[in-house]
């Protein structure tokens, strides 16, 4: 592979294919008054207190819209091309297997107390989240094969893995694998996610937390390392980004619209319309990775029938899901990642809504309708149940109209809601039919996680099966060529043996007073706000 220069029209190293569909909503802010301006602090109003704001341990929207600003990573990805572009490094290579990465970190880069980002740093902080273990909950997958790392030179770090670990160079643009320094590593865990020796190298500094009440950022002075992807150089223009936590959405708009928040994350699509106009503007982005699905568990119950899951696939309408319980912004699945994916198929012929061709499934496998219309088979009834939490407002409201959809083919979906610990306990206990969720990553490795037999295996799939081989085939190369039809290979075998039921694709709305502007969306829609100013 060839060294990458930092300059920001230099070449990726890693360049996937324009995604045509990644960024067509990617924003509807109106055009701001004048040229950006520094100074001032941005209320933003989020949905729920983050649990931690160390980016090497955060997991949810909230907490990383607060970490993604006090770190840099050693790449970054381009939101529109799925590109890995120049960061810390400004340059790097891997080996032909993807099991080594060398970086080369760009000179003068400093953490906030004044130390050096160098080689020694980058290894004692991606030695630091392997520490982690399970705390580093999204890092401890990415680094599942992680073995070291070595300080080649001064301002040059290899890492090794002891499998191919093509995912690695996306991984490497996350917050989840931000830089910290060293200083942070003499700090527990549980100290960091407070706010206590976070010192990361990134454009805003921790100044304070208030339990479920707000946390604080400042400006970093003298930060002249952006990524390539920024749009301006030098310091960020906001003095300071004042998280406002109001959980509530209706008081959360409402703060919105009287003056109280320059900014709110998380608008629900009921209180989308009163922020298209009269002076307020809406940012919007899909996320990319796993869609909003009903994952079946195919050892259990109805569901270990093959003919089954794919009349269930078939009786679901996603166009209805989309125009009666969400909104324009969001969009039907076409597969099981959604369209801001890099290496996404477009698989929508097989996930059309096709209720005669359910009903000829379930026939022809010797499903017998019932007097409430459900269909039995050999005493036994066509149901299962799914679980699910809360975590996105219209999460019941879908699920329950999906319900009505697959009993006018005679299938009983059975709702069980659950707090999002138990949730957690459930799914790795594996006592569940289907399992309602999403989950957010800006590259098709995320389907590893999920479905391979090493590694969550929600599907419940015997190892050696030809999606394991698709998962890793895909996980092998950042060579696209041959990457792309691994990829392809395992979104087709996901729908056709219906191990998932793909149904939409969750959107990051943020709703903007006239005053904000630039407050964007990183490749994984997280907020990013070193761009973001004040009128």
Not at 67 to 90: C, F, H, M, N, Y
Not at 486 to 515: G, N, R
Request: proline share 6%; with cysteine; hydrophobic share 40%.
């Amino acid at each position: 592979m060839s060294l990458l220069p930092r300059p920001r029209a230099a070449a990726a190293l890693l360049v996937l294919p324009l995604l045509l569909t990644a960024c067509a909503a990617a924003g509807t802010e109106q055009a701001a008054s004048g040229p950006p301006k520094p100074g001032g602090t941005l209320r933003l109003g989020i949905s729920s207190a983050p649990d931690c704001i160390d980016p090497q341990q955060v997991a949810t929207n909230a907490s990383i819209n607060v970490a993604r600003q006090l770190v840099d990573s050693l790449t970054d990805q381009d939101p529109k091309t799925g590109e890995i572009k120049p960061w810390l490094a400004e340059k790097w290579e891997g080996n032909a297997d993807s099991t080594a990465f060398t970086f080369h970190l760009r000179p003068g880069a400093t953490f906030s107390d004044g130390s050096p980002v160098d080689a020694a740093a980058v290894k004692t902080s991606f030695d630091g989240i392997k520490a982690l273990g399970t705390k580093a909950q999204l890092g401890y997958g990415y680094l599942a094969a992680y073995k070291a790392s070595t300080v080649v030179g001064p301002q040059t770090v290899r890492l090794e893995f002891s499998a191919p670990s093509a995912q690695f160079l996306q991984a490497s643009s996350t917050v989840s694998l931000g830089v910290l320094a060293p200083a942070a590593f003499k700090k527990t865990p549980e100290q960091r996610c407070q706010g206590d020796g976070l010192v990361g190298s990134g454009p805003f500094v921790f100044e304070s937390l208030k339990q479920n009440q707000e946390i604080v950022l400042a400006k970093r002075k003298g930060y002249a390392w952006d990524s390539s992807l920024f749009k301006h150089q030098g310091e960020a223009y906001l003095d300071k980004i004042d998280y406002k936590i109001v959980p509530e959405p209706g008081v959360r708009t409402g703060s919105l619209a009287s003056g109280q928040l320059d900014a709110a994350t998380d608008i629900q699509p009921v209180d989308e319309p009163q922020f298209t106009g009269n002076g307020f503007s809406e940012n919007i982005r899909p996320n990319p990775g796993v869609v909003f699905n009903l994952h079946a568990n195919t050892t259990r119950g109805v569901l270990t029938d093959e003919k089954v899951r794919q009349a269930v696939l078939k009786g679901v309408d996603r166009a209805e899901v989309v125009n009666t319980v969400l909104t324009p912004n969001y969009k039907a699945a076409t597969s099981i990642l959604g369209s801001a994916t890099p290496l996404v198929s477009d698989l929508s012929q097989q996930l059309a809504h096709d209720q005669k061709g359910a009903a000829a499934l379930l026939d022809g496998d010797g499903w017998v309708p019932g007097a409430d219309g459900i269909r039995t088979k050999n005493g036994q009834r066509l149901s299962a149940s799914v679980v699910f939490s809360p975590v996105f407002n219209q999460n019941r409201s879908a699920l329950e109209l999906i319900q009505q959809q697959l009993r006018k083919v005679g299938f009983d979906l059975k709702i069980e809601q659950h707090t999002i610990a138990e949730t957690t306990q459930i799914q790795l206990s594996g006592n569940y039919d289907f399992l309602w969720y999403n989950v957010t990553r800006a590259d098709p490795d995320i389907l590893r996680g999920q479905f391979s037999t090493k590694a969550g295996n929600r599907s419940k799939l015997a190892p050696g099966n030809p999606l394991d081989t698709a998962l890793d085939a895909q996980s092998s190369t950042v060579d696209i060529a041959k990457r792309k039809p691994a990829a392809d290979e395992a979104q087709k075998l996901i729908i056709e043996h219906a191990y998932a039921i793909p149904v939409f694709e969750l959107t990051q709305v943020v709703a903007l007073s006239s005053k904000a502007h630039a407050v964007d969306f990183e490749a994984s829609s997280r907020l990013q706000l070193f761009d973001a100013w004040l009128s």
